[in-house]
């Protein structure tokens, strides 16, 4: 029976290790900057690892009142590019954590 709870301890161990270096590699990916751009690097879009918006720009070059439409799928495909970025680095990062916990 105690030898039992004895490995109860140490999975327990284990487990609170893996959540603290979770939460670290969770901090750091937040931390890390994100640039999304559209084609040719006309616009860019910066965000954080949380998926915050921090920075946008936009080449002069593409500013055309005549062909508003272009500008806005511009920023479209910038932001869908740093959020594409952003979720493959967490899943590099955090996906070890997640493989084989069911309901994860």
Do not use: H
């Amino acid at each position: 029976m105690m030898r039992g709870m004895g490995n109860m301890q140490g999975m327990m161990k284990q487990v609170q290790k893996m959540q603290k270096e979770m939460v670290k590699e969770q901090e750091a990916l937040n931390s890390k900057e994100f640039i999304g751009e559209s084609t040719n690097g006309y616009v860019k879009a910066t965000f954080t690892g949380d998926k915050k918006l921090r920075d946008l720009s936009i080449d002069q070059a593409i500013v055309d009142p005549e062909d508003v439409d272009m500008l806005q799928d511009m920023l479209i495909l910038a932001v869908n590019d740093g959020l594409t970025k952003i979720e493959k680095e967490t899943e590099r990062t955090m996906g070890k954590y997640t493989k084989g916990i069911p309901g994860l």
